[in-house]
């Protein structure tokens, strides 16, 4: 990466931080995480650094037999690594039902979870929903409640930036939910930074652009997974909940990604969704 972007924040580390470097030194031993989306990418990254600090690592895969392939090769070069793949499709609450059925049958506390939600342990349990700075860039309205399935109005870009700003207002909202029932759960949201991933293959004019400027700004995913692992495992992040992190710091948010009524109205929209 460009040299500006190596410089550390106050946190210690810097952009092109990688998630093993963040993550140095700590025993995960006697966690328990479930990553979803860990069969390409940052997740499959995520894992594979988890899996390495001894964390017992719950890969929830919709593609299975490309979480396999993940899982062996995390195993090929963590032999010690405790690593499970369960299926799980998001867009079914079917396949989100048998998901927490089957992992309650595993008999495991829930210490880290990737995105979804949480359950109370004895512990602090983590939850860390991987957002975007694209979420400064959503629809005029932020969330298009009544144009949820609007074709003739759709823009991926903002719709982009309108599904990580949703991401951000259910964090906040369930941090302080939390909170307010006195659970140890924290609940915290992040931007991994610029990293070609699978969600980008179909950008055609991002990825050329990326290809062109990657050498100086884009991250591998070594890099990309860092501010995850260590919103997950470091001992900075002990207790902090509400919060949003860039490049393993503490960033500010522009006022619509904080606005509660907003996170509010999307709380109940999406219960309505589901049942």
Known sequence: MWGPLRRRSPSGFSP?????????????????????GASSGIGAETCRVL????????????????????????????PAAKIEMLDLDLSSMLSVKRFAENFNALNLPLNILMKVTAIESGIEGRVVIVASDSYKHPYREGIRFDKINDESGYNKIFAYGQ????NILH?????????EQDAKVTVNSLH???????IMRHWYFVNGMLSTL??????????????VCYVALHPQVAGVTGKYFVDCNVTELKSHALDMDLAKRLWDFSLNLIH
Do not use: C, W, Y
Request: charged letters at 20%; a positive charge.
């Open 163 to 166: 599904s990580k700003l949703a």
């Open 51 to 78: 899996a390495m600090r001894g964390v017992h690592v719950l890969m929830g895969v919709r593609n299975s037999s490309a979480g396999a392939r993940v899982r062996d090769e995390i195993v090929r070069q963590v």
């Open 171 to 179: 964090s906040n909202l369930l941090s302080s939910n939390l909170k």
């Open 16 to 36: 092109s931080s990688t998630a093993e470097e963040v993550t140095a030194g700590f025993d995960g031993s006697g966690l328990v995480a479930v990553v979803t």
């Open 192 to 198: 991994p930074g610029a990293v070609v991933t699978n």
């Open 214 to 227: 990657g050498k100086f700004f884009v991250k591998g995913v070594e890099q990309g997974a860092a501010t």
